[in-house]
Nanobody, 124 residues
Framework: QVQLVESGGGLVQAGASLRLSCVASGRTFSNYAMGWFRQVPGKEREFVAVISGSGRVTDYVDSVKGRFTISRDNAKNTVYLQMNSLKPEDTAVYYC?????????????????WGKGTRVTVSS
């Protein structure tokens, strides 16, 4: 069992930056691909970013490419999402996810574990 705890959300103005963190329990963190999703009321949960277990492979939804960066520190069992140049349309609850394969995160197909989410609000 893996527990994921997100932090770092908040209320910021457009153009600002935030860094989300997700700490995972367990000893096998590097075995999991990790990712971030977001959701707004009335819409499906949307893929945002994924990182492989080694950290060497990443991918992003087109709307955040060039603004968001996903990274991980396997020694600290932590994955990060650095969000720069935030826009009001980035407002959502952001969820951390762990999967046994890169594809399970990238295509939201069989995510093994979810965090409870952290809210990000970007004002215009």
């Amino acid at each position: 069992q893996v527990q994921l705890v997100e932090s770092g959300g908040g209320l910021v103005q457009a153009g600002a930056s935030l860094r989300l963190s997700c700490v995972a329990s367990g000893r096998t963190f590097s075995n999991y691909a990790m990712g971030w999703f977001r959701q707004v009321p009335g819409k499906e949960r949307e893929f945002v970013a994924v990182i492989s277990g080694s950290g060497r492979v990443t991918d992003y939804v087109d709307s955040v490419k060039g603004r968001f960066t996903i990274s991980r520190d396997n020694a600290k069992n932590t994955v990060y999402l650095q969000m720069n140049s935030l826009k009001p349309e980035d407002t959502a609850v952001y969820y951390c996810a762990a999967g046994v394969s890169y594809g399970s995160i990238r295509y939201n197909s069989g995510v093994a574990y979810w965090g409870k989410g952290t809210r990000v609000t970007v004002s215009s």
